[in-house]
C-alpha cells in the first residue's frame, strides 16, 4: 500500500515524498533535499471512505447516506430494528381459529373434579334447562319418582333401562301396562324399581292423559304453574336451597 500512496504523492520542485504511517491516519511528509533548510510541508491524505452499491438504494443521494440506508437494511434482516409507523403483527397459520376462547360455565357445588363423567354432563347439559317437550317431561316425572329409592348417580346409569322397558317413556303407551307388563319388571334380572314404585309410574301415565285432555299437553299444565316463565333463584350456598317450597307442593 505504501507503494500506491508514494506514486500518488506529488514529485516535483525538487520535493521528495516520504509516507509516515500511524493510528491517527496515513500522513505524507513531502520535504526538500537536504541541502534546503528551515522548509517542512505537509499534506494529509485521509482514510478511504468505504464504498457502497448504489444500486442497492437508487434514491441515495451521496455515499454517507447510501452507506446508512444499507447499514440500516442490514439491521432489518437481522431483525436488529424496526421502521418507525410500522407496527409488528402476529402471524396466524391458514386454517387456525380466531374465534375468542370460550368462557367455562360455572358448576354448582355438588360437581366436583372427582364427579362421575354421567352426572357432570347431566350438570352441563339438561340441569336447569327449560324442557317444553310432553315426552321429556314425563321422563323427568319418572326419574323423579325413581329418586325415592335411588341415588342420582345410579338413575343416570340405569337410564338406557328405564328408556327400553318403559317404552321409551311414552305416558300413551305406559297407561296401558297390565299386571302381565308390571310382573315381569319387577322380576327381571335387571329390577328397576319395587313393585308400589312401578305402580306409581303407571299410574302417573294414565293421570297424565287426563291432564292433556283438559290443558292441551303436560307442557302446558306444568308451565302454568309458573306463567311460563323459568324460576331463577339467587341461592349463593346449596346449603340455602330448601328441601321443598309452596310452589312444589301445589305442582305436586
Known amino acids: 500500500m505504501s507503494e500506491v500512496l508514494e506514486a500518488l504523492l506529488p514529485k516535483e520542485n525538487g520535493l521528495e515524498a516520504r509516507l509516515e504511517l500511524g493510528l491517527a491516519g496515513n500522513r505524507a511528509t513531502m520535504r526538500r533535499p537536504s541541502s534546503s533548510k528551515n522548509w517542512r510541508t505537509k499534506a494529509v491524505v485521509d482514510k478511504p471512505v468505504p464504498q457502497c452499491d448504489v444500486s442497492a438504494d437508487s434514491s441515495c443521494s451521496s455515499d454517507s447516506s447510501c452507506c446508512l440506508t444499507s447499514a440500516k437494511k442490514k439491521r432489518l434482516q437481522h431483525g436488529r430494528g424496526t421502521p418507525k409507523g410500522v407496527r409488528s403483527v402476529k402471524v396466524v397459520p391458514d386454517g387456525a381459529d380466531l374465534s375468542p376462547p370460550v368462557p367455562m360455565k360455572r358448576k354448582c357445588t355438588w360437581i366436583t373434579p372427582n364427579s362421575d363423567p354421567l352426572y357432570a354432563s347431566f350438570h352441563d347439559?339438561?340441569?336447569?334447562?327449560?324442557?317444553?317437550?310432553?315426552?321429556?317431561?314425563?321422563?323427568?316425572?319418572?326419574?323423579?319418582?325413581?329418586?325415592?329409592?335411588?341415588?342420582?348417580?345410579?338413575?343416570?346409569?340405569?337410564?338406557?333401562?328405564?328408556?327400553?322397558?318403559?317404552?321409551?317413556?311414552?305416558?300413551?303407551?305406559?297407561?296401558?301396562?297390565?299386571?302381565k307388563r308390571i310382573i315381569p319388571l319387577k322380576s327381571s334380572g335387571t329390577t328397576l324399581l319395587s313393585e308400589m314404585k312401578l305402580r306409581a309410574v303407571v299410574d302417573n301415565a294414565r293421570q297424565t292423559l287426563e291432564v292433556v285432555k283438559e290443558f292441551g299437553s303436560f307442557r302446558n299444565y306444568c308451565w302454568s304453574f309458573v306463567n311460563n316463565k323459568p324460576?331463577?333463584?339467587?341461592?349463593?350456598?346449596?346449603?340455602?336451597?330448601?328441601?321443598?317450597?309452596?310452589?312444589?307442593?301445589?305442582?305436586?
Do not use: C, M
Not at 232 to 246: D, E, L, M, S, W
Open 125 to 179: 347439559e339438561e340441569w336447569g334447562v327449560p324442557v317444553h317437550e310432553d315426552r321429556k317431561l314425563f321422563e323427568l316425572l319418572v326419574l323423579s319418582v325413581a329418586l325415592a329409592e335411588l341415588s342420582w348417580q345410579t338413575i343416570l346409569s340405569k337410564r338406557d333401562v328405564f328408556r327400553e322397558k318403559l317404552d321409551n317413556f311414552d305416558p300413551t303407551s305406559i297407561a296401558k301396562f297390565t299386571e
Open 231 to 252: 324460576i331463577i333463584n339467587g341461592f349463593r350456598y346449596a346449603r340455602q336451597v330448601p328441601v321443598k317450597t309452596p310452589k312444589a307442593e301445589t305442582i305436586t
